[in-house]
């Protein structure tokens, strides 16, 4: 049977490093502090953004929610980005995607303070990360690494192919996996005959955005996969398909109108994999852990402390 690489487990134990972190903070003066802001009544971001409060208070990290109409312009948005910029309790600052179409997302994320984005997504981060500078580093990606590490997954001089080029999974996983020393390929839409170039991975990442695409003749015996998707089947038959007809699956499914899987296929990884994470309860868990990583690295360095 292969190694499962539990996300639940390294989010707790990074959770209980940050604790005594915050701890010292909050006597030094005060707790990190990360605000959050939500456009509109998206039900997807307003879990997403629930779960990151409820983490802070967690932790003990001061967070607030800053939650403006559907109806916001770019320039009041701009407004509220600048008010949090300029706010010193506040170290970490995050819009929550996806916005209203009528505002400017590159604006925004362009007028966040590079020292409080910490998502990682602000061009000057991210040239911190290709130059291997201190600075927040992508959330989603920053976990993969964690995940290896803490796995006990050797990333050196390893093949790690990553599936998907996108600036929020993609390309920064691929810049933390070359810093750890891996020989890194990105593959996309365009790449010809994407199951041979994904068998050759020691490592590979899949961040596609498609249910269970992955499949055996992806991956080489005893590979790591790990599979950053989150796809939500509302197929019953691709669920029956997708999971063998697991009675488990289906009964979910009839109950909840829809069951999770990520980009790589659930029954194949199994067979196929060394070493894989679970969807869910792989990458997903980590995402907040590093969210939280960089909200308190980010009031250290703006206390001081580090
Ligand atoms: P994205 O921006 O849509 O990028 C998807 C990438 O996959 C693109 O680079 C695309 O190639 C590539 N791709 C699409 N179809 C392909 C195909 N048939 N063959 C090869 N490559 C293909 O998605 P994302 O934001 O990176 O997210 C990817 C997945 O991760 C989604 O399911 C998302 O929900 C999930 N996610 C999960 C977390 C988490 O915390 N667990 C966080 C972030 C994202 P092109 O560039 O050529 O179009």
Avoid: W
């Amino acid at each position: 049977m292969p190694r499962i690489l539990d996300g639940n487990r390294v989010r707790d134990e990074i959770k209980s490093e940050l604790r005594p972190r915050v701890e010292a903070l909050a006597a030094k003066g005060r707790p990190p502090g990360l605000a959050v802001v939500l456009v509109g009544q998206d039900p997807a971001s307003q879990i997403y953004v629930r779960n990151k409060i409820k983490t802070c208070h967690d932790l003990g990290i001061y967070s607030e929610s800053i939650t403006p109409p559907d109806s916001i312009s770019t320039a009041e948005l701009l407004a509220i980005v600048e008010g949090l910029n300029a706010r010193p309790e506040i170290d970490g600052i995050l819009v929550q995607l996806p916005l209203p179409r009528q505002v400017d997302a590159k604006r925004i994320l362009l007028a966040i303070a590079p020292a409080k984005d910490v998502d990682g997504f602000h061009p000057c981060n991210v040239g911190a990360l290709v130059a291997g500078l201190p600075a927040p580093r992508a959330c989603t990606p920053a976990g993969i690494i964690q995940l290896l590490k803490r796995g006990g997954i050797a990333i050196s001089g390893q093949r790690a192919v990553i599936v998907g080029r996108s600036d929020i999974v993609g390309k920064p996983a691929a810049m933390l996996l070359l810093h750890e020393h891996a020989t890194v390929t990105i593959c996309h839409s365009k790449t010809p005959d994407l199951p041979a170039v994904c068998r050759e991975a020691d490592i590979l990442v899949a961040a596609i955005g498609r249910a269970a695409m992955l499949t055996r003749d992806f991956i080489r015996e005893g590979a790591t996969v790990i599979d950053v998707g989150t796809n939500y089947l509302k197929d019953r038959e691709q669920v029956a398909r997708i999971f063998r007809n697991s009675a488990a699956k289906l009964a979910s499914f009839d109950q909840k109108g829809s069951v999770l899987v990520g980009d790589v296929d659930p029954i194949d990884v199994v067979e196929r994999a060394g070493a894989y994470t679970p969807v869910p309860g792989g990458v997903g868990p980590l995402t907040i852990a590093m969210l939280m990583t960089n909200t308190v690295a980010s009031a250290e360095r703006r206390l001081g402390v580090c």
